[in-house]
């Protein structure tokens, strides 16, 4: 409850939690505290130590008629190696959004088009990045060497602190992705670094596809070559047919779960875990007319509709969604999904910063329990 308030919530009026009557002596006394730069904890520690996790971001969605548009526009607009990186950010509708320019949390998440024959100049930072391709042919990015060819709806790494540049071959189609990174983590860590290298583009200097031609065997490690030693998944690029595979493979035999549908993680190989230290990304399929039940997590997720047409409710609230449009889910917001289509499975692409909540032993869940697990939809 911010400081100078006269509402009091009725559950802070209980034993532990802080309910001093202010008096002029006590006025006084915050005045000569603040003269020397200290404070009483109980004017503010029921506003920093909420009962349960309050988000100060909001469910967004942006729609990718739009976007796509806007990214279009761009290309006539800026040149690549003017902006950098000519991406359009996705802000969060919110005031942290904007200040922290964060899609959802600590995510930070744009959109790029490229036009064949254009690059975005080689350069690394701290912060991990990982791609979702929404369109196009002939994109590829470079990964300290490593040339990695892109397809619609494959999904790539930048691991934090990687040399990397992108672009779209000569005779190529006009590529559009989306771009996930922890910059507001790693600016509110203060830890991000940022170098330019010194050529526009790196000379690649394996074979085209080595990583993912040697790792990404479902279930094959590969013998003979160097020992992969980073802390980050060597496959780096995941491809649409053998994750919508994987995911026709499990429905065969599985049930999957009442709230994602069935649903399949993008993991190192080499440890079963997340891909990238401090994002971890999903594809789930909700079969025609799939009803999701509602759950709430720490940590946030950006999603991407892979294929296929739904909505969500995102804290009461309902979301309508088609292929690429983008939406998040914010930390402890209840949320439940929906195909809206009778005979075709709908796919949601999404990223998150669970990595990060499990490191730190924060990674909570709750499964509504009230109305048969469904939210009560104010719109
Ligand atoms: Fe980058
Ligand atoms: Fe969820």
Redesign the pocket.
């Known amino acids: 409850m911010a400081e100078g308030s006269t509402i009091i919530d009725p559950r802070d009026d209980v034993l532990g939690r802080a309910r001093v009557t202010d008096t002029p002596e006590l006025e006084s006394f915050y005045q000569e505290l603040a003269a020397r730069n200290a404070g009483a904890f109980w004017k503010r520690a029921n506003a920093i130590e909420p009962w349960e996790p309050e988000t100060r971001y909001r469910p967004t969605l942006w729609r990718y008629a739009e976007m796509r548009d806007m990214c279009l526009r761009a290309l006539d607009l800026v040149k690549p190696e003017e902006a950098g990186r000519r991406v359009v950010t996705l802000l969060n509708d919110s005031d942290a959004g904007r200040e922290n320019t964060a899609v959802c949390g600590w995510l930070f998440s744009g959109m790029q088009a490229m036009r064949p024959g254009e690059i975005t100049p080689a350069h690394r930072h701290t912060a991990s990045a990982h791609r979702f391709i929404m369109e196009g042919k002939g994109a590829y990015t470079v990964v300290d060497g490593h040339h990695i060819t892109l397809g619609a709806n494959d999904y790539v790494l930048t691991p934090g602190g990687c040399w990397h540049d992108h672009g779209v071959v000569a005779d190529g189609e006009v590529s559009i992705w989306q771009d996930g990174l922890d910059i507001p983590l790693m600016n509110s860590l203060e830890t991000n670094f940022y170098a330019v290298y010194d050529q526009p583009a790196q000379t690649a200097a394996f074979p085209a596809d080595d990583l993912p031609l040697s790792y990404g065997g479902a279930a094959l490690r590969p013998e003979g070559v160097a020992a992969w030693e980073k802390p980050y998944s060597p496959v780096m690029v995941y491809r649409w047919e053998a994750t919508r595979d994987a995911l026709w493979s499990l429905a065969k035999v599985s049930e999957g779960t009442p709230?994602?549908g069935h649903m399949v993680r993008y993991s190192n190989p080499l440890t079963g875990g997340w891909a990238l230290q401090t994002m971890g990304a999903h594809m789930q399929m909700l079969k025609p007319g799939f009803r999701g039940k509602a759950?709430r997590?720490t940590g946030n997720?950006v999603y991407n509709v892979a294929a296929g047409r739904g909505y969500s409710i995102i804290g009461g609230e309902r979301f309508d969604w088609g292929t690429h449009d983008i939406f998040c889910?914010p930390a402890w917001v209840w949320?439940e999904h929906v195909n809206l289509d009778a005979s075709e499975e709908a796919f949601l692409f999404s990223f998150n910063d669970f990595p990060v909540m499990e490191a730190l032993g924060v990674r909570i869940e709750e499964a509504l329990q009230d109305n048969d697990g469904h939210q009560t939809c104010a719109s």
């Open positions: 709230f994602d759950h997590h997720v889910v949320h």
